[in-house]
């Protein structure tokens, strides 16, 4: 489908939020969000050329026939592999902390490059802080490409953070949405708490996502295309009240609302969530405009994608700049899979300044040196040549003698 038709198609469903509505009056919504030629994928083939080598992938089934495959498609395709169970969903994150590592970044200079996380939107803020030349986010959950996908869409539909919270949310975008750019996180968030969920504009909305999404040229199933959907749907009946959640294991009642994690702050107390500023929010909607967001279905500790991502790097002269892998290396203890990684993280290129970022969630409350009063998780940085050694050394045995023993003081 091309820009020209696509943005026909979003002005068209996002129009019929207005015959849908009672009396006739136009909802604030219903201000169909037009793409501009930012929003138009810009990437030529040759700059998305998959890696040398075999790195076919099962995560992403070939072009159904007639559908058009995009070098977007074509990329997420070779760099993943089959997904895999984690007993969590990837809605939002649980890590209140995740903004305390920002001083870190800075004191050590961590720019440009290639940016690896797991995960949904926290990504988003690391990204707008380190400002990578492409990002990947890599997940074992086939069903964060599809979280990531909706993202995408409705970074492609919106004009500002606000718009994008409103489409996101189901909410009624002003009529002067731009004049809000200058406008502060806190009253943002306070718009959306004092107006009531639009459901119609939010099911048309809906349609014209889906239409962004069939753009992009992954072939995905119907059961694919309605896990999106799934995810929007939550976001629009919980709204800023969303929370992560967990099967199979309790739900801890202090897990943090999307209200919270768009109003934390770094060391400093600086508001720092990509949405926080509209400069923040512009960085990674032109990079989500140009493909330069990836989301690749993998294994941290696989054969493949992480394999192939290092090669893409070395292919494109780049070298990884930061690496997010939230707690994921807990798990990777238990499950006798972590030197898989750390082989892994030994054929990324990085150079004195790449970092890995993790989260800590302590045990038996077990606090850690940088853990800030008022929060249950701790973010820190790890220089990747620190880690490297000490793998090597064989110095890194359990989990806690890992997050105890080298990280970067803010």
Same mark, same amino acid.
């Given at each position: 489908?091309?820009?020209?038709?696509?943005?026909?198609?979003?002005?068209?469903?996002?129009?019929?939020?207005?015959?849908?509505?009672?009396?006739?009056?136009?909802?604030?919504?219903?201000?169909?969000?037009?793409?501009?030629?930012?929003?138009?994928?810009?990437?030529?083939?040759?700059?998305?050329?998959?890696?040398?080598?075999?790195?076919?992938?099962?995560?992403?089934?070939?072009?159904?026939?007639?559908?058009?495959?995009?070098?977007?498609?074509? #990329?997420?395709?070779?760099?993943?592999?089959?997904?895999?169970?984690?007993?969590?969903?990837?809605?939002?994150?649980?890590?209140?902390?995740?903004?305390?590592?920002?001083?870190?970044?800075?004191?050590?200079?961590?720019?440009?490059?290639?940016?690896?996380?797991?995960?949904?939107?926290?990504?988003?803020?690391?990204?707008?802080?380190?400002?990578?030349?492409?990002?990947?986010?890599?997940?074992?959950?086939?069903?964060?490409?599809?979280?990531?996908?909706?993202?995408?869409?409705?970074?492609?539909?919106?004009?500002?953070?606000?718009?994008?919270?409103?489409?996101?949310?189901?909410?009624?975008?002003?009529?002067?949405?731009?004049?809000?750019?200058?406008?502060?996180?806190?009253?943002?968030?306070?718009?959306?708490?004092?107006?009531?969920?639009?459901?119609?504009?939010?099911?048309?909305?809906?349609?014209?996502?889906?239409?962004?999404?069939?753009?992009?040229? #992954?072939?995905?199933?119907?059961?694919?295309?309605?896990?999106?959907?799934?995810?929007?749907?939550?976001?629009?009946?919980?709204?800023?009240?969303?929370?992560?959640?967990?099967?199979?294991?309790?739900?801890?009642?202090?897990?943090?609302?999307?209200?919270?994690?768009?109003?934390?702050?770094?060391?400093?107390?600086?508001?720092?969530?990509?949405?926080?500023?509209?400069?923040?929010?512009?960085?990674?909607?032109?990079?989500?405009?140009?493909?330069?967001?990836?989301?690749?279905?993998?294994?941290?500790?696989?054969?493949?994608?992480?394999?192939?991502?290092?090669?893409?790097?070395?292919?494109?002269?780049?070298?990884?700049?930061?690496?997010?892998?939230?707690?994921?290396?807990?798990?990777?203890?238990?499950?006798?899979?972590?030197?898989?990684?750390?082989?892994?993280?030994?054929?990324?290129?990085?150079?004195?300044?790449?970092?890995?970022?993790?989260?800590?969630?302590?045990?038996?409350?077990?606090?850690?040196? #940088?853990?800030?009063?008022?929060?249950?998780?701790?973010?820190?940085?790890?220089?990747?040549?620190?880690?490297?050694?000490?793998?090597?050394?064989?110095? #890194?045995?359990?989990?806690?003698?890992?997050?105890?023993?080298?990280?970067?003081?803010?």
């Amino acid at each position: 489908m091309d820009s020209m038709l696509l943005r026909c198609v979003a002005r068209a469903l996002l129009a019929l939020a207005v015959l849908g509505c009672r009396g006739g009056q136009r909802p604030p919504s219903a201000d169909a969000p037009t793409p501009s030629a930012a929003t138009t994928p810009a990437i030529a083939p040759a700059a998305v050329a998959a890696p040398a080598g075999d790195v076919a992938s099962t995560a992403v089934p070939p072009s159904a026939e007639g559908a058009q495959r995009t070098p977007f498609a074509e #990329l997420v395709a070779q760099l993943s592999e089959s997904g895999g169970f984690f007993d969590s969903d990837n809605i939002i994150s649980n890590e209140t902390s995740y903004l305390h590592v920002l001083e870190a970044l800075r004191s050590v200079g961590v720019r440009g490059g290639v940016y690896i996380g797991v995960g949904p939107d926290q990504n988003f803020s690391y990204i707008a802080a380190i400002r990578p030349t492409v990002a990947f986010m890599l997940d074992i959950r086939r069903d964060n490409m599809f979280e990531h996908l909706l993202f995408k869409s409705i970074f492609a539909l919106a004009r500002n953070r606000l718009e994008y919270m409103c489409l996101l949310f189901g909410k009624p975008v002003p009529g002067n949405v731009e004049a809000w750019n200058g406008r502060s996180i806190e009253a943002l968030v306070a718009y959306l708490d004092s107006v009531r969920t639009d459901t119609v504009a939010a099911r048309a909305t809906q349609r014209a996502i889906n239409a962004q999404i069939a753009s992009f040229g #992954l072939a995905l199933s119907q059961k694919d295309l309605e896990t999106a959907d799934k995810y929007r749907a939550e976001f629009v009946a919980e709204g800023l009240d969303v929370q992560f959640s967990s099967w199979n294991r309790n739900n801890r009642s202090n897990y943090p609302t999307l209200r919270r994690l768009l109003l934390e702050t770094d060391r400093s107390g600086r508001r720092a969530n990509f949405l926080a500023s509209e400069d923040a929010f512009a960085y990674v909607k032109s990079m989500q405009a140009r493909n330069l967001i990836v989301p690749v279905v993998g294994n941290v500790a696989g054969d493949k994608a992480v394999v192939a991502i290092a090669r893409y790097a070395r292919d494109h002269g780049q070298r990884v700049s930061a690496f997010y892998l939230s707690n994921v290396e807990q798990y990777l203890f238990r499950d006798g899979l972590f030197d898989l990684f750390a082989e892994n993280v030994k054929r990324l290129p990085r150079d004195e300044k790449s970092v890995i970022i993790r989260s800590y969630f302590g045990r038996f409350g077990m606090g850690h040196p #940088l853990m800030m009063p008022g929060h249950t998780s701790t973010s820190m940085a790890q220089r990747m040549d620190a880690f490297v050694r000490d793998f090597d050394a064989g110095a #890194l045995r359990t989990y806690s003698s890992m997050v105890d023993r080298v990280y970067i003081s803010p």
